[in-house]
């Protein structure tokens, strides 16, 4: 069973002077030193990978999506301004996907099949994003977390990749966030936060338990392996954030130094090729409908 390497590329230095304070600050140029780092490892295993991109990255810094695009890894869509579906409209959510996915197919000269939600912001509330995904001519989706989480989460979507008719009819495929079932709770081992934290044995267990029955799609951000300091204007903001907000921004940086090697590991030991591979080559099953 072949799982999937997935990266949503953004720069992460400016999306949290934003998102956490509230300051437009320019893209810096770790995503691209950073995203490298990632495509080296990626060759070095014989890996290929999809890399959803934002729209801002691709505009910046266009050489580093020619790259990817060269190396034959799979080149998705992250958004423009990695705007989270419960902050744009309809009409705001189309240009947002139409403008990135136009940009990274020019710059690139290859066609893009595959969307990933900012913060898998996808859910029952902003339903709706899934028209605006298929309408604006992705084949699949990939944004929905099958479990019940505070800002995101579907819960009781399907665990499995499947076709779906979405609220006003289109068809689109959606390949849900990996998860597995602890008792009482379901928890998303295969990226972000958990993968951070997690030791490496209890993300290989993890892997294990959803490989019997489906492929596991790993998903990373450059940023998960930035271990230099922030540049000052950052930290210019921190220290005049409340408590609570200082802590979490802190603890956002907890075992970054291990996410490398693990990722290293997990690439060594699995098998994956490009989302759009396996959803190509998944059986067809039931449609679910919206
Ligand atoms: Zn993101």
Known sequence: ?????????????????????SVESPQTDRVVH?????????????????????????????????RIASENHELGVHGYDHLQFFRMTRDEAFQELNSAKKRIEDISGKAV??????????????????????????????SIMPISGIRYGWPGFSETICKIKTPEGYDL???????????????????????????????????????????????IHPYELDTERYPEYYFDELKKSGFLRRNKMKSMWINRKSVYPKLSSLLEKYEFEPLINIVRSRKPGEVIQI
Not at 207 to 217: G, H, T, W
């Open 1 to 21: 069973m072949k799982s999937a390497f997935t990266v949503d590329v953004e720069d992460g230095i400016s999306i949290a002077m934003r998102d956490a304070f």
């Open 34 to 66: 950073l995203t490298e780092k990632i495509l080296e490892l990626l060759s070095r295993r014989g890996v290929k990978g999809t890399f959803f991109v934002l729209g801002v990255v691709a505009e910046e810094f266009p050489e580093l999506v020619k």
């Open 113 to 142: 099949y595959g969307h990933r939600a900012p913060a898998f912001s996808i859910t029952p509330e902003t339903k709706w994003g899934l028209d605006v995904i298929a309408e604006t001519g992705f084949e699949y989706d990939s």
């Open 173 to 219: 495929t959606e390949v849900p966030m990996s998860v597995v079932k602890l008792p009482g709770r379901k928890i998303p081992a295969c990226g972000g936060g958990y993968l951070r934290l997690f030791p490496e044995w209890i993300t290989k267990k993890a892997f294990d338990l959803i490989i019997k029955e489906r492929p596991a799609i790993v998903y």
